[in-house]
């Protein structure tokens, strides 16, 4: 099976069978990466921490998407509605400015 001569190098380590790659060269060093330099970090970074982009921000409820027409009929009506809003709080700032004007407070 084995000569006396296979057997003393087996038991030093040393096996040159054929089927077993050769292994490296120890002079060859593996890459070494390259040292981290520091980069300028631009006007917006200096200012404080990143904002959250996407996931982290709140988002609000649209009524709409944000390429949505509204149809023109729905405009008028908000409008109207926005309209409406506005008089009855006028008539209610004059409706008070007429009471305290007759109740003065002490």
């Known amino acids: 099976m084995l000569s006396e001569d296979q057997k003393k190098e087996l ?3 040393k096996d040159n069978s054929p089927w077993e790659a050769p292994q490296a060269s120890k002079s060859k060093s593996l890459p070494q990466p390259l040292p981290n330099k520091d980069k300028q970090s ?3 970074n200096q200012k404080g921490k990143k904002k959250a982009k996407g996931k982290g921000k709140f988002k609000w409820n ?3 998407p ?3 027409r509204i149809p023109k009929k729905e405009k008028t009506a908000i ?3 926005c309209n409406m809003e506005r008089t009855v709080m006028k008539f209610k700032n004059k409706e008070e400015e007429r009471l305290n004007q007759s109740f003065p407070k002490k």
Do not use: D, T
């Open 79 to 81: 409008n109207n509605v």
């Open 62 to 64: 649209k009524p709409y």
């Open 66 to 68: 944000q390429n949505y």
């Open 11 to 13: 038991a030093q380590g």
């Open 42 to 44: 631009s006007k917006s």
